[in-house]
C-alpha cells in the first residue's frame, strides 16, 4: 500500500538533551543542495510550530544519505565540499548509510557509547566521519554480554 508523502520530515526523536529532526534519502545522483535544503525547511517549520506554542528546544538537522545507491561503495564519488560547506552554513549534518552502519557496528561491539553518538551527532555539522567516535575511544567500557 502507498502511502503519501505529508512533505515533514522523515523523523523527529526528542531526547532531553537536544532534538534531532531529519531526512533519509537514496539517490542514484551525489548529495545535492536540495536535499540539504529540505532539511532546512523542515528545520525551519519545526522551529515555527515551537515558536507557536512557547517552547524551546535545541534541534539537530541530521540528513542520512546514500548517494549512488546504484554504484559499489569503493565507485562511488565523495560527496563535494560545496554541500559539506552549505551544510555546516545551515547547521546540518550529513550522515552516509555506510558510515551510519559502520558506527552501529561499533556501538553493538560496545565501542561507543549512546551518550558519545548523542554528543557527537548534537555537536558536528557538515560531514560525519568515523573519526570523530576513535578520538577517545580509550574511555569506553568494554560491551558487556
Not at 545551515?90 to 549512546?114: A, D, P, S
Request: charged share 30%; aromatic share 6%; net charge negative.
Amino acid at each position: 500500500k502507498h502511502i503519501p508523502d505529508d512533505k515533514k520530515e522523515d523523523f523527529l526523536i526528542k531526547l532531553p538533551s537536544c532534538t534531532f529532526i531529519g531526512e533519509i534519502k537514496g539517490v542514484t545522483s551525489n548529495v545535492k543542495y536540495e536535499h540539504i535544503s529540505q532539511v532546512e525547511l523542515h528545520y525551519r517549520g519545526y522551529l515555527d510550530r515551537l515558536t507557536e506554542t512557547g517552547t524551546a528546544e535545541n534541534v539537530k538537522q541530521l540528513l542520512i544519505m546514500n548517494p549512488f545507491r546504484t554504484k559499489a561503495l569503493d565507485k562511488r564519488d565523495p560527496i563535494h565540499i560545496s554541500q559539506i560547506e552549505l551544510a555546516i552554513r545551515n547547521g546540518c549534518l550529513i550522515i552516509e548509510t555506510n558510515t551510519l552502519l559502520r558506527l552501529y557496528e561499533k556501538f553493538c561491539n560496545g565501542e561507543v557509547t549512546t551518550q558519545k553518538c548523542v554528543d557527537v551527532l548534537s555537536n558536528k555539522t557538515g560531514l560525519l566521519c568515523l573519526a570523530e567516535f576513535d578520538a577517545d575511544a580509550g574511555d569506553i567500557e568494554p560491551y558487556k554480554v
